[in-house]
């Protein structure tokens, strides 16, 4: 029963489309997980400028039935990628029965390679709304992804025995489509992002700081239009950035508001309006449950970037990424006639 030198491939979907720049096709990124090194390998480019692209490089469809691996926008050199290989070399595996049967067989016995190749995708993702800003953690999908349940009424006609064909309506879905990049734009994951993704994947123990945390969540609800929670994140995000840069006064506990006057007299970057366009609509939300204007929430968004790339620059998305082109996704209606 051989142990040593097993390579390992998986494919996994992404419950969110990674949107990468055409340049990151057939790419391979280095991964540690905690049964050994390996690759995540992205989809290849075709021969063709539109249409699906290639499986990985060293990768075989298990099915023909599976669709397009990804699509690819000619216009906007973007990749929309559901789904990845991953290889990992082990060294020794925990096989439950003799290699030369693999052939006849499904690979028993590597749950736990499954599970770490998983726990490395999650915090792939969790780096990719920090780096590319983008929506891609299975709890908090992208709202420009339309997969929502079928919320859609399904009527029929019976009379003497007979039944009509079952028809089916959907509910309107407005599809807001960006044209201009704004702190709530998705951004390409570039190479460089990408490499930056897996590098700090690769650390389990690795997490951001509290503010850039706290700004992700923030950028995720105003993203879903969520303004009042966002500007209450923002709020608290800026207290963490602050508290990090500012030498702690003698009473130890500041409120945001004395805290960002001190900051501004010791020559922190802050607005001179910061305490009525950011702090009073912040203690509004927090306190009285008031809803801010978009306005207030995007400026707010734009000082937190800016804070985050001076004082957190390792954890800052790169400002040059160009805007995301997200797919546009619905659910279909499947319906078997009534009858035999």
């Given at each position: 029963?051989n142990?040593?030198?097993?390579?390992?491939?998986?494919?996994?979907?992404?419950?969110?489309?990674?949107?990468?720049?055409?340049?990151?096709?057939?790419?391979r990124?280095?991964?540690?997980?905690?049964?050994?090194?390996g690759?995540?390998?992205?989809?290849?480019?075709?021969?063709?400028?539109?249409?699906?692209?290639?499986?990985?490089?060293?990768?075989?469809?298990v099915?023909h039935?599976?669709?397009?691996?990804?699509?690819?926008?000619?216009?906007?050199?973007?990749?929309?990628?559901?789904?990845?290989?991953?290889?990992?070399?082990?060294e020794s595996?925990?096989?439950?029965?003799?290699?030369?049967?693999l052939?006849?067989?499904?690979?028993?016995?590597?749950?736990?390679?499954?599970?770490?190749?998983?726990?490395?995708?999650?915090?792939?993702?969790?780096?990719?709304?920090?780096?590319a800003?983008?929506?891609?953690?299975?709890?908090?999908?992208?709202?420009?992804?339309l997969?929502?349940?079928?919320?859609g009424?399904?009527?029929?006609v019976?009379?003497?025995?007979?039944?009509?064909w079952?028809?089916?309506?959907?509910?309107?879905?407005?599809?807001?489509?960006?044209?201009?990049i704004?702190?709530?734009s998705?951004?390409?994951?570039?190479?460089?992002?990408?490499?930056?993704?897996?590098?700090?994947?690769?650390?389990?123990?690795?997490?951001?700081?509290?503010?850039?945390?706290?700004?992700?969540?923030?950028?995720?609800?105003?993203q879903?239009?969520?303004?009042?929670l966002?500007?209450m994140?923002?709020?608290t995000?800026?207290?963490?950035?602050?508290?990090?840069?500012?030498q702690?006064?003698?009473?130890?506990?500041?409120?945001?508001?004395?805290?960002?006057?001190?900051?501004?007299?010791?020559?922190i970057?802050?607005?001179?309006?910061i305490?009525?366009a950011f702090?009073?609509?912040?203690?509004?939300?927090?306190?009285?449950?008031?809803?801010?204007?978009?306005?207030?929430?995007?400026?707010?968004?734009d000082l937190?970037?800016?804070?985050?790339?001076t004082?957190?620059?390792?954890?800052?998305?790169?400002?040059?990424?160009?805007?995301?082109?997200?797919?546009?996704?619905h659910?279909?209606?499947?319906?078997?006639?009534?009858?035999?």
């Amino acid at each position: 029963m051989n142990r040593t030198g097993l390579l390992v491939r998986a494919i996994v979907p992404l419950t969110a489309d990674l949107i990468v720049d055409a340049s990151a096709a057939g790419s391979r990124l280095a991964m540690i997980t905690a049964h050994g090194a390996g690759q995540l390998v992205m989809p290849c480019l075709g021969a063709e400028d539109f249409g699906p692209l290639a499986a990985p490089e060293g990768f075989a469809r298990v099915s023909h039935d599976w669709g397009t691996w990804t699509s690819r926008s000619g216009s906007t050199g973007q990749l929309a990628v559901p789904t990845v290989g991953f290889e990992l070399t082990l060294e020794s595996a925990a096989l439950t029965f003799p290699v030369n049967e693999l052939g006849n067989a499904y690979a028993r016995g590597l749950d736990p390679v499954e599970e770490d190749l998983l726990q490395w995708l999650r915090r792939l993702q969790e780096w990719g709304q920090i780096l590319a800003r983008q929506s891609l953690s299975p709890l908090e999908p992208s709202p420009k992804t339309l997969s929502a349940a079928s919320s859609g009424l399904i009527l029929w006609v019976e009379t003497s025995g007979r039944a009509s064909w079952p028809g089916t309506s959907q509910l309107a879905v407005d599809v807001v489509v960006e044209t201009a990049i704004s702190p709530l734009s998705e951004r390409v994951a570039d190479t460089a992002t990408l490499t930056r993704m897996a590098a700090y994947a690769n650390n389990p123990n690795m997490s951001p700081p509290p503010a850039v945390n706290l700004l992700a969540a923030a950028r995720r609800a105003a993203q879903r239009g969520q303004w009042r929670l966002a500007l209450m994140e923002l709020g608290t995000a800026l207290e963490a950035v602050l508290t990090s840069v500012l030498q702690p006064t003698a009473r130890g506990f500041e409120t945001l508001s004395p805290m960002t006057s001190r900051a501004i007299r010791e020559g922190i970057a802050l607005p001179a309006d910061i305490d009525t366009a950011f702090v009073k609509p912040r203690n509004a939300a927090v306190h009285h449950g008031a809803t801010p204007s978009v306005a207030t929430v995007i400026q707010a968004l734009d000082l937190l970037d800016a804070l985050i790339a001076t004082y957190h620059a390792d954890y800052a998305a790169d400002p040059s990424l160009p805007l995301a082109h997200r797919v546009q996704r619905h659910d279909l209606h499947i319906v078997r006639p009534p009858g035999p």
